[in-house]
C-alpha cells in the first residue's frame, strides 16, 4: 500500500490553521497513524486509528477520514509544532510510511 | 516508564553485517509487538519489519528479504536487528519502536536511533 502526503511541505505563521492530507493506494479502513518528528530526534506518536489523540498530546492536533482519505489538522500552530509529520498505514504489511510534510516558519 | 535505549553508532564496510540491540524496560517484555524503522539521511521514515511479542514470528519488507533478522534475548530484555551484505544505500539512522499488544498497533515508543554508516 503507497501512501501520498500533501503538500510536501508548507509555511505557516503561529496562531495558522493547518491541514495536511495522506491518500492510501487502497482502502486501509481506519489503521492510520501520525507522528512529529524534529531534527535528529525520534518520530512521535500524536494520533492513531486515524482520529484517537495519544496521550499526552496537545488538544490542537486532530485526525480525520477512513479509507482512502485522511487528514491531520493542527487548529493553531504553536512554535513547538514546526516539525516534519508523516501517517503510516498499520492495515496490511509491510507498515508503510508516507513521504511526510514538513512544515516550517513563515 | 517505557525506555528503549540503542546500541551505539557503527561503521561498517560493504558486504558486512551490522547488528543493532535495543535494551527494553518499564513494561513487560514479552507482550508487545516491536519495529525497527530506518530514514537514510535526509530522507523519510521506512518501516523494516515486526517482531512478535512472542520472538517466534517476524515480518519483513520485501527489499530486505534474507539480509534481515529481528530477534530478541528475554534474559537481557533486549532486542536485536542483523542487517547483513550492506551497501552504502543502507547508511541510515535504525530506530527500534515498540507497537501494543496487536499487531496493527501504533508506534508509540521509540529508541533514540542507531546512526550506521556503511563506507569504503
Known amino acids: 500500500i503507497q501512501l501520498t502526503q500533501s503538500p510536501s511541505s508548507l509555511s505557516a505563521s503561529v496562531g495558522d490553521r493547518v491541514t495536511i492530507t495522506c491518500r492510501a493506494s487502497q482502502g486501509i479502513s481506519s489503521y492510520l497513524a501520525w507522528y512529529q518528528q524534529k531534527p535528529g530526534k525520534a518520530p512521535n506518536l500524536l494520533i492513531y486509528?486515524?482520529?484517537t489523540l495519544q496521550s499526552g498530546v496537545p488538544s490542537r492536533f486532530s485526525g480525520s477520514g477512513s479509507g482512502t482519505d485522511f487528514t491531520l489538522t493542527i487548529s493553531s500552530l504553536q512554535p513547538e509544532d514546526f516539525a516534519t509529520y508523516y501517517c503510516q498505514q498499520l492495515n496490511s504489511y509491510p507498515f508503510t510510511f508516507g513521504p511526510g510534510t514538513k512544515v516550517d516558519i513563515k | 516508564q517505557v525506555q528503549l535505549v540503542q546500541s551505539g553508532a557503527e561503521v561498517k564496510k560493504p558486504g558486512a553485517s551490522v547488528k543493532v540491540s535495543c535494551k527494553a524496560s518499564g513494561y513487560t517484555f514479552t507482550s508487545y509487538y516491536m519495529h525497527w524503522v530506518r530514514q537514510a539521511p535526509g530522507q523519510g521514515l521506512e518501516w523494516m519489519g515486526i517482531l512478535n511479542p512472542s520472538g517466534d514470528n517476524t515480518n519483513y519488507t520485501q527489499k530486505f528479504q534474507g539480509r534481515l533478522t529481528m530477534t530478541r534475548d528475554t534474559s537481557t530484555s533486549t532486542f536485536y536487528m542483523e542487517l547483513t551484505s550492506l551497501r552504502s544505500e543502507d547508511t541510515a539512522v535504525y530506530f527500534c519502536?515498540?507497537?501494543?499488544?496487536?499487531?496493527?498497533?501504533?508506534?508509540?515508543?521509540w529508541g533514540q536511533g542507531t546512526l550506521v554508516t556503511v563506507s569504503s
Open positions: 486509528a486515524a482520529s
Open positions: 519502536a515498540r507497537g501494543r499488544t496487536y499487531s496493527s498497533s501504533p508506534l508509540g515508543y
